[in-house]
């Protein structure tokens, strides 16, 4: 197939989102089952983001970006900044979806399909979906995570911090409408869990029957060595930026390490990631590091145990759960963190929904090097059957081409 592979960010393999490295999973995936994919992408103004675009070049990647810079003028800062306040005031569209839209890339889309002939349009992530893809092909949509109504809330905390809690309630609650208007435009919405299957279905039941479940996969990284069998240490790892990652360090660092502490003093914790807040690092103490940014996970989890990811908010797949799966590594996790991964049966991660349950998990593997090289060998194994590039790709092209049977029969 030919297909249309439509991003608002680059693939990489090394990024610190998981977007990037779903999509260069994807790129590897299809391109090594025989596929032609021409990427029409957005990068920058970050340096990582522009330099991956290189190393698709690089790489041999058809790639059409439109690169944006840092503006270097006053007049240009505040041209960008009247630019998204405006996108974000008259639109009524979600602020993520008004940083990451760009203009220009309309233009290159309307050429892409104007000279090639496609196949398949792939779009990829709600703050791609605004983009015209009238043509001819179907056009597939993967939301990558759904955001779900809920019920207001009220700000909390100082009251210099209520200004921007209100900002961002009225931004959620135009997710439902930005979901609806989008999501009716393409031939098949595909989805990563269950649960996000639930919620579109929740957000916009006329679409349901063009809802697929395909869970994702990540290019396989080099197994690590087995921890040493006396180490007790605990890693989570993830962006701070998202919500749901704050609430698990949080939930983690004031009740599930108390508990571990009073049951055995000799577990240590350490919690990576960028953008941490400060009731995150507030969470540091003699047994708990918060390191912030890691140039390379690797160390740390070399000597990790167990790497623990309490997710109890928040929707998509988990991309830390099946990452420390494929390193070779025991997860404890709850039931909203291992979602995406129940489609090919029982998973190899230990499920724990309560500070009780969760603390009794993580214990036990510890006192058990052997139960946890056990369960992390299965997730390796796991990873690969189910989550390699290929598995992934081989998913994908049942949905390709399904929206290609569906528009024929139009």
């Not at 957005?42 to 970006?65: F, I």
């Not at 063009?210 to 240490?233: I, K, T």
């Not at 919690?271 to 590091?289: E, F, N, T, Y």
């Not at 145990?305 to 928040?314: F, S, Y």
Request: hydrophobic fraction near 40%; charge should be neutral.
């Amino acid at each position: 197939m030919n297909v249309l592979l439509v991003a608002p960010m680059p693939p990489s393999p090394t990024a610190a989102l998981a977007i990037p490295r779903v999509l260069y999973a994807q790129l590897v995936g299809l391109g090594g089952r025989g596929h032609h994919v021409t990427l029409a992408v957005v990068a920058g103004p970050e340096e990582p983001e522009l330099a991956a675009v290189e190393r698709l070049r690089v790489e041999g990647v058809d790639v059409h970006a439109v690169c944006r810079h840092d503006p270097r003028t006053f007049a240009e800062r505040w041209g960008r900044r009247r630019r998204f306040a405006g996108g974000w005031l008259r639109g009524g569209r979600p602020w993520r979806t008004v940083w990451y839209f760009e203009p220009g890339l309309q233009p290159v889309l309307d050429r892409l399909q104007l000279e090639r002939s496609f196949d398949v349009v792939a779009v990829e992530d709600n703050a791609a979906a605004i983009y015209d893809f009238g043509t001819s092909a179907p056009v597939v949509f993967t939301e990558h995570e759904v955001r779900r109504p809920r019920q207001p809330r009220r700000p909390s905390g100082p009251p210099a911090t209520w200004p921007a809690a209100v900002l961002s309630e009225v931004d959620w609650r135009r997710w439902p409408r930005y979901h609806r208007s989008t999501w009716s435009r393409f031939d098949l919405v595909q989805v990563f869990t269950e649960r996000d299957a639930e919620g579109v279905g929740a957000v916009a039941p006329e679409i349901v029957e063009r809802v697929r479940v395909n869970p994702f996969g990540l290019v396989l990284p080099d197994p690590l060595p087995p921890a040493p069998e006396a180490s007790r240490e605990l890693v989570f790892f993830g962006n701070f930026t998202h919500p749901p990652n704050v609430d698990a360090a949080l939930w983690l660092g004031s009740e599930i390490m108390p508990a571990l502490r009073a049951r055995d003093g000799g577990t240590r914790l350490t919690v990576i990631g960028p953008a941490a807040p400060p009731d995150v690092q507030a969470l540091a103490a003699a047994d708990i590091r918060v390191t912030g940014r890691v140039p390379d996970l690797t160390p740390y989890l070399e000597s990790a145990a167990v790497v623990v990811a309490p997710l109890r908010i928040g929707g998509g797949q988990r991309m830390k759960v099946l990452e420390s799966l494929a390193r070779g590594r025991s997860v404890v996790t709850t039931s909203r963190g291992a979602e995406g991964l129940e489609h090919a049966g029982e998973p190899p991660v230990v499920v724990a929904d309560s500070v009780d349950a969760f603390v009794q998990a993580v214990a036990t593997l510890l006192e058990s090097p052997r139960e946890r090289q056990r369960l992390a060998t299965r997730g390796r194994e796991f990873a690969a059957a189910h989550h390699s590039p290929e598995a992934y790709a081989l998913r994908l092209e049942r949905v390709y081409e399904e929206a290609r049977a569906r528009r024929s029969a139009l």
